[in-house]
């Protein structure tokens, strides 16, 4: 479902940037301004904002802090152009592709809300982002250990897993959670991390079917790496491509591409090894999921989904309503349409109830939109192609994908479609 690097800092800005709220003229309010616009840009974008976002809340300041700008946002680059024609300054800085964090991006939202209606301007608006920046993490690192986990248990309760494949699966996630402190910020460590941990998934999914037949291989080794699929990333890159910004939606599905490729290949090596476990153990009856399990597995997915995305404690709510409406959004569009087109209508529910909730709470509808998709996403399908294509079983590789692009497309679909009939209020 996420295809994200929780580890790796971003260091937005530069001493030696001229830009740089280290070096600037406090009383110069254009260097203020232009400060204050690529501060703000850089910081949303280490903490996911997708590039339509980035570049509407980018503009709203500019037009109310009467400076005419233009910005261009990709994964890896941020493009910032003050003033016109031959006169236009352009500020280039070199980002990489970003975790969400979504209490950093509320923090950011009133910001921009500050900025927007006039009561704050661009040098107190600097001051604060500043701030943010410099804030502590909002969760310890030791709680990635219990978040993965808890995700992946759930996840292999919605697959409809035995108890075995749940409770097997919750020991995966949470030793790739271990994985993901112990790597850290090792920028090569970091390169093969997806790797390594689909490995370590696929070993343990193998193993653990070798030793008791009963439990279900494809389940586990799925559902431990499920916070490492690249759901989201695949979903966002298709709604920046619907939204015309074609380079950085490339891009990004480039980049997910990449990562299930990277599973791919660390699934297959870590099946090789576990299939030469050479024991097994007593059959034993494990039972099935009590009628219970899924209620509480929805109860507690969107619980680890704040976790690792770093939602404000305030916002839990609102994070379980969003996990709620979009779960029932897809369960009614499935007894209607279909279970694939039904994704079209949990979608479209998702991004009416976080249009709505913009407008009434005054706050960014990602902090509902992003849980709330989070089970719609196609991440477990995209695996099941990728892994289908390194089997050599091309025709089931291709219906997989098929099967992907269908589900991604009625995905950004929903969410056009809720922005075309309320449009929200924030550019968050």
């Known amino acids: 479902m996420l295809g994200i690097r929780y580890l790796r800092p971003q260091q937005p800005g530069s001493l030696q940037d001229p830009a740089s709220p280290h070096q600037m003229d406090q009383n110069d309010p254009e260097q203020n301004t232009r400060a204050f616009l690529v501060s703000l840009g850089e910081l949303l974008h280490a903490h996911g904002a997708p590039a339509m976002r980035l570049e509407e809340a980018l503009s709203d300041c500019c037009d109310k802090l009467g400076v005419v700008g233009q910005f261009f946002s990709t994964p890896t680059a941020l493009l910032f152009g003050f003033g016109a024609g031959a006169h236009q300054r352009v500020h280039m800085t070199r980002v990489e592709p970003a975790d969400v964090d979504l209490g950093r991006l509320a923090d950011l939202d009133i910001v921009i809300g500050g900025i927007t209606s006039g009561t704050m301007d661009a040098s107190q608006g600097l001051q604060r982002v500043q701030e943010i ?19 992946a248990g759930t996840a292999a309760c919605f697959f409809r897993g035995t108890p075995l494949d749940i409770w097997v699966s919750c020991l995966a996630g949470a030793l790739i959670g271990a994985l993901a402190i112990l790597v850290g910020s090792r920028r090569r460590a970091v390169l093969v991390f997806e790797t390594v941990a689909a490995a370590l998934s696929a070993l343990i999914g193998t193993a653990t079917a070798m030793v008791w037949p009963e439990a279900t291989r494809g389940v586990i080794t799925v559902s431990g790496l499920i916070v490492l699929v690249p759901g989201l990333t695949l979903t966002v890159a298709l709604s920046e491509l619907a939204n015309r910004h074609l380079v950085a939606g490339t891009a990004r599905l480039a980049w997910a591409a990449m990562i299930f490729l990277s599973i791919a290949l660390g699934v297959g090596i870590g099946r090789e090894l576990g299939s030469t476990i050479p024991f097994s153990g007593p059959a034993m009856n494990f ?13 507690l997915s969107p619980i680890a989904f704040a976790v690792l995305f ?11 309503l969003a996990g709620w409406i979009g779960f029932g959004g897809a369960r009614l569009g499935a007894h209607l349409v279909g279970p694939h087109q039904g994704v079209f209508i949990g979608a479209l529910a998702v991004g009416l109830a976080s249009n709505i909730f913009a407008r009434v709470k005054h706050l960014p509808a990602s902090l509902m939109q992003v849980p709330g998709i989070m089970l719609l996403v196609p991440g477990s399908i995209g695996f099941r192609s990728m892994n289908s294509f390194l089997t050599r079983d091309v025709l089931l590789g291709m219906e997989s994908a098929f099967e992907m692009a269908q589900v991604a497309g009625g995905l950004v679909g ?10 929200p209020s924030r550019s968050l």
Do not use: H
């Open 133 to 151: 920046k410099d804030s502590p993490r909002r969760y310890p690192r030791w709680t990635l250990i219990p978040a993965f986990g808890l995700a």
């Open 287 to 299: 039972g099935s999921v009590p009628q219970w399990g899924t209620p509480l597995a929805l109860l």
């Open 310 to 320: 770093r939602a404000r404690r305030r916002d839990l709510l609102w994070v379980l």
């Open 414 to 423: 929903g969410l056009l479609f809720a922005n075309a009939l309320l449009r």
